[in-house]
Nanobody
Framework: QVQLVESGGGLVQAGGSLRLSCTAS????????MAWFRQAPGKERQFVAG?????????YYEDSVKGRFTISRDNSRNTVYLQMNSLNVEDTAVYSC??????????????????WGQGTQVTVSS
């Protein structure tokens, strides 16, 4: 069983930056593909970014965050990060990290993941 705990959310002005962290316990962290999803009020959960377990240089991004967000991982710390720059109001949501096992690529849908954190709120003010 893997437990995931996010941190780093908060309130930031448009144009600002935040870094989210997700620390895992249990399981073998380096074997899991990791992803960040977000869910805004009244909207479906949306894939934001993902990173392979076996090859941490392989990353995936939702189009609206490309060039602004960077996902990375430190397997020695069992932690995945999401650096968010140039934030705008549309980025406001609850951000959750997720872990799953993938033999090829990485899933962009929530049901591809086995473990989830509790989420952290990111609010961007105009």
């Amino acid at each position: 069983q893997v437990q995931l705990v996010e941190s780093g959310g908060g309130l930031v002005q448009a144009g600002g930056s935040l870094r989210l962290s997700c620390t895992a316990s249990g399981g073998t962290f380096s074997t899991y593909g990791m992803a960040w999803f977000r869910q805004a009020p009244g909207k479906e959960r949306q894939f934001v970014a993902g990173i392979r377990g076996s090859d941490s240089s392989t990353t995936y991004y939702e189009d609206s965050v490309k060039g602004r967000f960077t996902i990375s991982r430190d397997n020695s710390r069992n932690t995945v990060y999401l650096q968010m720059n140039s934030l705008n109001v549309e980025d406001t949501a609850v951000y959750s990290c997720a872990a799953g096992t993938f033999y090829y690529g990485l899933s962009r849908t929530p049901n591809g993941y086995d473990y989830w954190g509790q989420g952290t709120q990111v609010t961007v003010s105009s």
